[in-house]
């Protein structure tokens, strides 16, 4: 089935589907293999546009700089949680680094630090821990630090991101890079 596209309405129409009268004055008559092709190959960055004859291609959108900061500091938003929720290996365990896990582990180190010697139970979500104090620590210090760590690279991210003043330099700058392992 052949397909037709209006420049003027950004839209395709099914040629089978919509009276000659129905379609838009710039309609152009496109193949269903040429239109499959287009939208295979779009990327979320891009968009469908007539050319100079009306046919559609594929280009890089174009934003604001206010838009494209909001885009790109929402991914690295995205980004930055996905990388906070690894796990930590610890010994026998596996131990996620989350907002909600750092003070599951607080609240865990202020009851030791009443029972220096007895073993730490730490419930985190589903999961119960039972961890010898000198190793309970040990496991504090690696998920504080690595909290940390990531916590410095958002930031550096952010400040890099506020300081490009091209949008489309916004919009393809590389937030996946420098995070811990």
């Known amino acids: 089935m052949d397909f037709y596209y209006s420049a003027s309405t950004g839209r395709f129409y099914a040629a089978g589907l919509v009276s000659p009268e129905e379609l838009p004055a710039d309609a152009v008559r496109i193949s269903e293999e040429y239109r499959m092709k287009l939208l295979v190959e779009l990327t979320e960055d891009q968009q469908i546009v007539g050319d100079g004859h009306g046919l559609p291609i594929i280009v890089d959108k174009k934003y604001s700089w206010e838009d494209a900061q909001a885009i790109a500091?929402?991914?690295?938003?995205?980004?930055?949680?996905?990388?906070?929720?690894?796990?930590?290996p610890f010994g026998d365990?596996?131990?996620?680094?989350?907002d909600e896990s750092v003070k599951d582990l607080m609240v865990a180190a202020q009851a030791a630090?009443?029972?220096?010697?007895?073993?730490?139970v730490l419930k985190v979500g589903e999961d119960v821990y039972q961890v010898e104090p000198e190793k309970f620590q040990e496991l504090v210090r690696n998920v504080l630090a690595a909290s940390r760590q990531a916590s410095k690279v958002f930031a550096g991210h952010r400040t890099a991101i506020q300081a490009l003043t091209d949008p489309s330099a916004v919009i393809k700058y590389d937030y996946k890079a420098g995070w811990p392992e």
């Not at 500091?73 to 930590?88: A, C, E, G």
């Not at 365990?93 to 989350?98: E, M, R, T, V």
């Not at 630090?113 to 730490?120: H, R, T």
């Open 73 to 88: 500091l929402s991914r690295l938003n995205d980004y930055h949680r996905v990388r906070v929720k690894r796990r930590i």
């Open 93 to 98: 365990y596996s131990f996620a680094i989350s």
């Open 113 to 120: 630090a009443f029972l220096p010697d007895e073993p730490i």
